[in-house]
């Protein structure tokens, strides 16, 4: 019988969620909070309020030795915050835990969000490595998919970044979205090479339920891109940026040598780490636990003592959370880890399950190193995930 386990690793990567934005996107369901496009910084009650509260629950968490090595501002747009409520959240972590120098401090930006001014203050204060959500490079498709931005507004944004000389630059886009055409991603990728990000992420549109999408499409329906086109994008963006000098180093990320994202391969590692804010996961000494998604509820959690109530994560659970985060990466996962952490008998289960999938050319093992293929084995993931999920489940 699988018996619970402690995750004796100490956490040194922070994630802060900011949930404001000017506007929901169309596709988002993460927990935002709108602002509309002039409360910004300083000049919004809102976020100053919400800043205090985060420094708030930093104070009050459980601190240990390691000091922070990653920390990572998402939202929302956290770009809609002012220099010095960065600096205040920054100041709270560093009180709090210490942070190594050198740290990777990542910020998602959206584009027409910062001046000069305000991304000088940000490199001031810390930030190294940018994320851009530029999405698509055509007009009529950011409208289609709600986003406050302009094609004119991603390429001063990007200027900017080159201005103040941020080390580390990530450029987002998405697939799959209504009435996108292969000769429109086809243009977005060619346009994200020009640009030369030492990293480029790329995310296939999921169609959430009670988002915008959610309700005027269901999966399959057109205008959305039929499952086949669908395909060709990922092939598509695969080609293009293997071929451009990116490593393809996690299902949806694409980086230069030696800037690979170093928070997310945190996650993808399944390793240990803090998270605050509204809607923010954490997975520490064993517990996965995520925030209040709505803002009154989180300040009352928060008033109650942000108490992280659950329990230790199983060895079952912890075993399947491996496969699915560790798959992703290109490296794949260690058979060796897999024995010292579950047992030599659970490895040859795991080996057995997915032996349907090595003829296919899908799944492979290679020296000690139990991987999905690129790019089929990474295109059939959610099929050899839900297959070896449902017989190790039996």
């Avoid at 698509?136 to 103040?164: C, M, N, P, W, Y």
């Avoid at 170093?262 to 925030?291: C, D, E, I, P």
Wanted: hydrophobic share 40%.
């Amino acid at each position: 019988m699988i018996q619970k386990v402690i995750i004796s690793q100490i956490p040194s990567a922070a994630y802060v969620h900011i949930p404001f934005c000017r506007r929901r996107c169309f596709y988002c369901d993460f927990p935002v909070f709108v602002v509309g496009d002039r409360l910004r910084g300083e000049t919004s009650s809102t976020i100053s309020q919400y800043v205090q509260a985060v420094c708030q629950e930093i104070s009050i968490s459980p601190a240990f030795s390691q000091p922070l090595e990653t920390i990572f501002f998402g939202g929302g747009t956290p770009s809609l915050l002012s220099t010095e409520q960065l600096q205040c959240l920054l100041t709270a972590l560093e009180k709090r835990f210490g942070i190594t120098e050198g740290a990777e401090i990542s910020m998602e930006m959206d584009p027409g969000t910062f001046d000069l001014a305000l991304m000088a203050g940000y490199r001031s204060a810390g930030v190294n490595r940018v994320s851009l959500g530029v999405q698509t490079f055509q007009a009529e498709l950011l409208k289609i998919a709600g986003r406050s931005h302009s094609v004119e507004d991603i390429f001063a944004a990007i200027e900017l970044i080159h201005q103040v000389e941020i080390p580390e630059f990530s450029l987002d886009l998405i697939s799959g979205l209504p009435h996108q055409s292969l000769d429109q991603w086809q243009d977005s990728l060619t346009k994200a090479v020009e640009i030369a990000p030492n990293h480029i992420s790329i995310y296939d549109l999921t169609i959430e339920p009670g988002t915008a999408f959610g309700r005027y499409y269901k999966p399959g329906d057109q205008p959305l891109p039929t499952d086949e086109t669908t395909v060709k994008m990922y092939q598509l963006g695969q080609q293009v940026l293997t071929g451009a000098g990116y490593e393809h180093y996690e299902i949806s990320n694409y980086a230069k040598s030696g800037h690979q994202c170093q928070h997310n391969r945190v996650y993808w590692q399944n390793l240990s780490y803090y998270g605050f804010g509204m809607g923010a996961a954490s997975y520490v000494q064993g517990k996965r636990f995520t925030r209040p998604r709505k803002t009154k509820e989180y300040y009352q959690w928060l008033e109650n003592g942000a108490i992280i109530d659950c329990e230790i994560t199983p060895l079952a659970e912890e075993l399947l959370e491996t496969l699915m985060l560790g798959l992703r990466l290109a490296e794949g996962l260690s058979l060796r880890m897999l024995v010292e952490k579950f047992g030599t008998e659970k490895v040859e289960e795991i080996k057995r399950c997915l032996q349907p999938y090595f003829p296919q050319g899908w799944v492979e093992i290679i020296g000690e190193r139990l991987r999905l293929t690129d790019p089929d084995g990474f295109l059939f993931s959610n099929v050899v995930l839900a297959d070896l999920f449902d017989k190790l489940g039996e």
